[in-house]
């Protein structure tokens, strides 16, 4: 039988087979011993536990390994071949409160559309809103996608931010689900699917850093369909989508909220970064516009406004291009808080729209 050597303070030096023992986790270990964040009226949250060193997130970090951040790190800890290892690359100041704020407003397709409640529309608006929930369950599925592309190439340092694009990912799969179900749920079905969707798809999954593509992602795509989603008390021929619309408009406020700040900390934090996004938009704004006026959505967009075909001339295509002008004045807008101005730079044809280019305002 193997006698045990006391060692750290009276514990054993072996174990019952004589193996050596190493209690440094319970002796040694740099933690910070005795902090102890105090939950507050919901719960104990991202925040509340960002304390002391804890919260600290280094601009580049030492490691480059899945220890969680503040911990005790082997230095022969192995490299998991992380290529986003500035701050920078990845992080927003507003991360945490996203996060926690994801986690708390999930909602069921399932069970939180009163599907129900679908009142039968007619065939042109059912065709029409099958049309629109076609082209979206298609476009939803990229902003799962990109972040799923590059979260295993961020530095783990960042976990936040890799948590907050997890709820992005979820949110995606959402609504990927409830357009598809809208689809299907009142008798349409899908409907077309064009080659131009697909090329606003590709840009945004190949764009060739990271920045990049959160730029085309987070600013460019996610905010034109945050501001379809705007309009949805418009859009929406019955109570059921525009509860659908609500729902998911929500989430999308969150996944631009990241896009925007990030961008700004990036620039803030790399000046030439600007110019990397630029490049990015300069081509993104094309596939965009070609993806707006892609005849499949913008006619069944203004045949949603107009209630029907019967105005579609009249009501539903000026009503369809004030949509446009207000969308992509929000756009430019979303930039100038990323800190970053198209004004001076877009080849979008800001006059025909009439948006000033001095204050990017749309004029009366
Ligand atoms: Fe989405
Ligand atoms: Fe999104």
Redesign the pocket.
Known sequence: MVTMQPAYDGLPATDLVGQPLDWAWLRGARSEWGVRPKPGPRGLTMMDIAVGSYGDVAEHPAHRSMAPRGADVDPGTPDMGYILNAKSDVWADNVRELYEEAVARQWSATRDIPWGELPDLGDDLEHAICQLCTTLSEV?MI?ADLPAKWMWRMNHDFLEAKMFLCT?IM??AR?TEVFRKRALANGGGLLKSRAGDESLLRTILQAKTYVQASALMHLLG?GF?LDIFRQGELIAPSEVEKRMFRMAMQ??AR?VAYGTLHLRYAIEHDADTAEEIHEALDHGEEVLVAFGTNQDLSTAIAVLLAGGVEHVEDKGFPMQAEMTRKLLASYLARCERAGLSRLSRTKLDLDLLGIDRDTGVIRS
């Open positions: 939803e902003a992005q949110d995606e609504h996610e369909i989430d999308e996944h």
